[in-house]
């Protein structure tokens, strides 16, 4: 079983400053882990992920993610937040890369709020 | 880039009649297809899984004969629900993949906005 707690559902940041969406997971296997972010009334688009290569990784949009094994955790951070980064982020854990839509664990989300 | 087409993006209905909402693989052959449901402020909740001609596979607690999903065609599956209750308001979002290889990725729609009155 898997499953994924984004603690803090709602995040507020100045603009410029640095972004920690914060994202722990728990898995029986070693796990393929997303982030995904959603603007409102849209889908979801994939911000970058895991798949047991580097731990840190880069996705678009300025944003990263570290995979740290010891803290079961795959926090997102971005340097300086953008008044565009404003949307709902999600995290996601599953044990099976890509087209595993069927296998895809969604956290709760964490919407980011970006103050001018 | 791939390209999943969802329509209507909102629709409103009257309660007791039936809504269609299509997902569209744009530019992909989607043989898999899958359909979420999100309520407002939490996350989305896998509703079914649709293989490109074959029945879908629905996640525990999913009506069946409510939420019928049709995948006839490689880029063509379509979520009706049935019947509407205001308690079927939601947003619902698919998502497709193809299986042309190991790292297939899946691409989601944009969503459409159900309001049942």
């Known amino acids: 079983a898997q499953s994924v707690t984004q603690l803090g559902s709602h995040v507020s940041v100045s603009e410029g400053a640095l972004v920690l969406l914060r994202c722990n997971y728990s898995s029986s296997v070693p796990p393929y882990l997303f982030w995904y972010v959603q603007y409102p009334n849209q889908g979801l688009q994939l911000l970058l992920k895991?798949?047991?290569?580097?731990?840190l990784v880069k996705g678009i949009n300025g944003f990263e993610a570290e995979f740290k094994k010891s803290e079961t955790s795959f926090h997102l951070t971005k340097p300086s937040a953008h008044m565009s980064d404003a949307a709902e982020y999600f995290c996601?854990?599953?044990?099976?890369?890509?087209?595993?839509?069927?296998?895809?664990?969604f956290g709760g989300g964490t919407r980011l709020m970006v103050k001018p | 880039g791939a390209v999943v087409s969802q329509h209507p993006s909102w629709v409103i209905c009257k309660s007791g009649t039936s809504v269609k909402i299509e997902c569209r693989s744009l530019?992909?052959?989607?043989?898999?297809m899958f359909w979420y449901r999100q309520f407002p402020k939490q996350s989305l909740m896998l509703m079914a899984t649709s293989n490109e001609g074959s029945k879908a596979t629905y996640e525990q607690g999913v009506e069946k004969d409510k939420f019928l999903i049709n995948h006839a065609s490689l880029t063509l599956s379509t979520l009706t629900v049935t019947s509407a209750h205001p308690e079927d308001s939601s947003f619902y979002i698919c998502s497709a993949t193809s299986a042309t290889g190991r790292e297939s990725p899946l691409h989601f729609g944009n969503g459409t906005r159900l309001t049942v009155t």
């Open positions: 895991y798949t047991s290569a580097a731990t």
């Open positions: 996601a854990v599953s044990d099976r890369p890509h087209n595993a839509g069927n296998m895809l664990t």
């Open positions: 530019d992909f052959q989607a043989t898999t």
